[in-house]
């Protein structure tokens, strides 16, 4: 199973994206960079690209598979998971790719890294007891805390920018009918970092999953298979408001992450036949097409603050 495929994966059952040291440029997502997962030299691998799609640079190269990126606040880092040494497991390398080392070794599968605002911790989710929660570190790979404990699937951590909640995925709550079986449904919930007061926040009989909260703290951005196929929305942080599909597309989207500027949303979108990133405004207009090649790219991630 890959990272962050989890709301795919359950949807299937139930139908069954930078300059060394993290500085900064001038684009139109804010001035920064990109990080993303490649499959274009045969395997997954973590590349960089400017926030325009340029300057596409490849940062690992191992026979085994590397995903899931995710830059650091200031950019100088990007966590991952591989399964290099035969398990899914956090990594994290400075920005240019070198000095990779392992953070987790476990005989469960580790997936889906995210850093606090403050570079303080990492959030991720591990499989094990059939099931997956939600952990939080050290950016050393030390202290590790798991932050819930129930017999559901728990992913797709996201911290607020204020690092005082984690947004993440739960089938916890919600079955669906399909095929006269009961399937759970994934729905966006909240937690206080510590792992506390854990609340629903969407409530429907589709997938809703991969969140991402706005820079300044007021949005979650998701994606939902709600009305057929998966498109990226907006709610209010609280889970409040009308959810606003962006980018509508007989195609799936997913993967939504807010530019440090809050400007701009990158996607991952199957609109063309496979997957590529692409990014757009935060009403929806403006999609542009990043990457463009034969295999699929996927998981983008910007740094969650802009160093100046």
């Keep these: 199973m890959r990272p962050k495929q989890i709301v795919v994966v359950v949807a299937a059952i139930a ?3 930078f300059l060394q040291g993290g500085c900064i440029i001038n684009g139109e997502a804010g001035g920064t960079k990109i ?3 490649s499959y274009r030299d045969g395997n997954e691998e973590i590349y960089v690209m400017n926030a325009d799609g ?3 640079t490849n940062l690992t ?3 085994a598979w590397d995903s ?3 830059f650091s606040p200031d950019g100088s880092k990007i966590a991952f998971v591989s399964d290099r040494d035969g398990n899914p497991e956090i990594y994290i390398m400075n920005a240019d790719g070198t000095g990779v080392t392992r953070l987790t070794n476990n005989s469960n599968s580790d997936f889906d890294p995210t850093f606090s605002p403050d570079g303080s911790r990492i959030a991720f989710y591990s499989h094990g007891d059939g099931n997956s929660e939600i952990y939080v570190m050290n ?3 030390s202290d590790q805390k798991r932050l819930t404990n129930n017999a559901a699937r728990d992913s797709d951590p996201a911290f607020s920018p204020d690092g005082s909640q984690i947004a993440f995925a739960s089938d916890r709550d919600l079955l669906y009918a399909s095929m006269f079986h009961l399937i759970p449904s994934l729905e966006v919930y909240v937690m206080n970092a510590d792992g506390s007061d854990q609340k629903r926040l969407t409530n429907n009989a589709a997938n809703d999953g991969h969140p991402a909260f706005s820079p300044d703290g007021s949005k979650i951005a998701f994606a939902s298979d709600r009305d057929g196929d ?3 929305y907006v709610m209010n942080a609280d889970g409040s408001g009308d959810r606003l599909r962006l980018a509508n597309d007989p195609h799936s989207d997913y993967d939504p992450v807010f530019s440090p500027n809050g400007s701009k949303i990158a996607f991952t979108s ?3 036949g496979r997957n590529q990133i692409y990014i757009m405004n935060t009403d929806g207009t403006g999609v542009k097409r990043l990457t463009n090649n034969a295999n699929e790219d996927r998981h983008p991630s910007f740094p969650l603050r802009q160093k100046r």
């Design 54 to 56: 340029s300057q596409q």
């Design 68 to 70: 899931s990126p995710a």
């Design 61 to 63: 190269n191992s026979p």
């Design 35 to 37: 990080a993303f997962t």
């Design 139 to 141: 950016p050393d790979g």
């Design 230 to 232: 998966f498109q990226v």
């Design 270 to 272: 199957y609109r063309d």
């Design 15 to 17: 139908a069954m994206p």
